[in-house]
């Protein structure tokens, strides 16, 4: 699949000096889901921005659809729409002049049967004529969605979508998201919630201090990084891990009848079959098996975590 | 060309325009029904008339130089300051327009804002006085000009004001004693003669005096140099907005 953008080498400082980005260089492949990770001040929002053109960027390129940003920027924005961290709306206005003007900024010949549908798709077309100070906080979300929408974009930039919203309008949001993806939008979402990550990308970046320090897809990241935790619950309890199960760094719970071993799911290190034959060789019988798999939340703290140590020693 | 974008900031900024039409149009008409009031009656009865027109007549151009002149700038400056401070900026500047287009935008209805009230008030005036314009076209001439130059002005008040409160410093501390002292209520041949040359140094004198000329041909300064004046003042405005787009000062740094 070809890439839709090509960022190289970008950095930015802040009027302060600051220095919000450092030599990023990030690819992102047509229709794709991609999330980008990391924590406060990482640099997300001002990655994001700078590819749309909000913020000036010092060095690099930026590239979409193989095209400059800078020196084709009628055509290259014209190609890209933007859902802001915040609910930053004119409260005044109405839904519906809300996104036709949008529409108008980018450039496009109003079209009320495409904003029409959009509205409707979107859940929003019994607020058309609603002003904007009297939705809810879903809504507005939801509008701003549409107003990125309005001039048909194809790659679609989503800065924090669901940050204070709650779980069932989040869960709404993530349908959306897919929807847009099935019909061909490319997506690049920053989130603080790995699990929307986890939910809707097809690989995810991890950001700290303005740097990239990790790029693949989330399975296999998760896959890579991930460990998995056996969980044996056994009948009858037992005093100390001893025998043929002590070569297992096996944990024993407050019960004394629960043995956990954690294993990293890339190494070939723990074989379940033989550790399964020693718990049998050594006399215990089994009540229940349990595995856990970390997730991309416990991916990210650890990486993160290491990333900073780093920079501390360096 | 973004024709389209260009429309929906005009369209968008008149939509507000519509929205306070109440406000925008009832402020100017009173404040213009007390000047003539305050100047047309009551000093005008002691000053009946100056260069053989008629007082209350003669402040009339004075008195829409001086609403042209706050509500270019205050409009303009306003309208974009307003999506800086709510953070609506981020799609005008995501958008493919030029920086010329947004300016475009912009400064187009705030200068319209401003025609529409400057008509206002000459029909206002109209009810007090006798408005004669000899001139219309000039007058069109100048009206247009002034409302386009100073909405420019209050542009780059709108990219630099740090707060609400910074829109109304450079309006109320420098531009509304320029208009006063600038002739609006009175020719400079009627001060002492140091102060007619200090007043020469004020550069809305020779707008208001240009502007005059158009109602009732008569004039402090020379017609020529009222239009230098408010050239240059435009192309000032213009490379100084354009200098500061074109390095991101205050949006995009």
């Known amino acids: 699949m070809k890439n839709i953008l090509e960022i190289n080498n970008i950095t930015k400082f802040y009027k302060n000096s600051v220095k919000a980005l450092e030599n990023v260089n990030l690819n992102i492949k047509e229709g794709e889901i991609f999330a980008l990770l990391g924590p406060n001040g990482a640099g997300k929002s001002t990655l ?17 659809n193989n095209m400059d940003i800078v020196k084709n920027y009628r055509t290259t924005r014209k190609m890209t729409g933007i859902v802001p961290q915040e609910l930053n709306l004119e409260s005044f206005e109405t839904v519906w002049n809300n996104v036709n003007y949008s529409r108008g900024l980018f450039g496009k010949k109003p079209d009320h049967n495409y904003i029409e549908k959009l509205l409707k798709q979107l859940s929003l077309w019994d607020k058309k004529d609603n002003k904007i100070k009297e939705l809810s906080g879903g809504m507005k979300r939801r509008v701003l969605i549409a107003k990125a929408l309005s001039h048909q974009p194809k790659l679609l930039f989503l800065d924090e979508p669901t940050a204070s919203v709650d779980v069932e309008l989040r869960k709404d949001m993530w349908d959306v998201v897919k929807k847009l993806n099935e019909n061909g939008v490319t997506i690049i979402l920053t989130t603080h919630y790995i699990e929307e990550a986890e939910e809707l990308s ?34 009858e309890p037992i005093e100390k891990i001893s025998g043929n ?16 071993h954690t294993y990293n799911l890339n190494s070939n290190t723990t074989d379940i079959t033989e550790l399964l034959n020693d718990v049998k060789k050594d006399g215990y019988e089994i009540k229940d098996i349990n595995t856990e798999q970390s997730s991309l939340e416990e991916i990210f703290i650890k990486l993160i975590k290491e990333n900073n140590n780093e920079l501390v020693r360096n | ?118 008509c206002v008030i000459i029909l206002t005036a109209n009810f007090f006085v006798d408005v004669r314009i000899d001139h219309p076209l000039l007058m069109m001439f100048f009206l247009i000009l002034t409302s386009i130059t100073f909405a420019l002005f209050g542009f780059i008040i709108g990219m630099y004001a740090e707060g609400f409160e910074g829109l109304q410093i450079i309006p109320i501390l420098i531009i509304t004693p320029l208009v006063f002292l600038g002739g609006s209520f009175y020719s400079i041949n009627m001060l002492p003669e140091f102060w007619q040359k200090i007043s020469l140094l004020n550069p809305v004198l020779y707008l ?35 200098y500061t787009f074109s390095k991101g000062y205050r949006i995009k740094d």
């Not at chain 1, 994001?48 to 979409?64: A, E, H, L, Q």
């Not at chain 1, 201090?209 to 896959?223: A, N, T, Y």
């Not at chain 2, 974008?5 to 005009?10: F, W």
């Not at chain 2, 309208?79 to 401070?85: E, G, K």
Request: proline share 2%; charged share 15%; glycine share 6%.
């Open chain 1, 202 to 235: 097809d690989r995810v970046a991890v950001i700290n201090d303005g740097k990239i320090i990790l790029v693949d897809e989330k399975d296999k990241l998760i896959k890579k990084l991930g460990e998995k935790t056996i969980k044996i619950e056994l009948f």
């Open chain 2, 1 to 118: 060309m973004n024709w389209y974008g260009i429309k929906a900031i005009y369209i968008h900024e008149m939509e507000r325009f519509r929205r306070t039409l109440f406000q925008s149009l009832a402020s100017p008409i009173i404040t213009t029904s007390l000047y003539f009031v305050v100047f047309g009656s009551a000093i005008g009865s002691r000053i009946t008339e100056i260069d053989g027109i008629n007082y209350g007549s003669y402040i009339v151009p004075g008195m829409i130089m001086l609403t042209i002149l706050t509500q270019s700038i205050s409009n303009a400056s306003f309208a974009f300051y307003f999506p800086r401070f709510t953070n609506t900026i981020y799609e005008i500047l995501a958008a493919p327009l030029s920086s010329f287009e947004i300016v475009l935008g912009f400064v187009g209805a705030a200068a319209s804002k401003s025609l529409i009230i400057g």
């Open chain 1, 48 to 64: 994001i921005n700078s590819i749309c053109g909000i913020v000036n960027f010092n060095t690099g390129t930026i590239k979409i």
């Open chain 2, 208 to 242: 208001i005096s240009g502007f005059r000329y158009s109602f009732y041909e008569v004039s402090d300064v020379s017609l020529f140099t009222s239009t230098l004046t408010i050239l240059t003042i435009l192309i000032g405005c213009i490379i100084f907005i354009t």
């Open chain 1, 245 to 260: 199960l002590s070569k297992y760094n096996f944990t024993l719970d407050q019960t004394n009848k629960i043995i956990s």
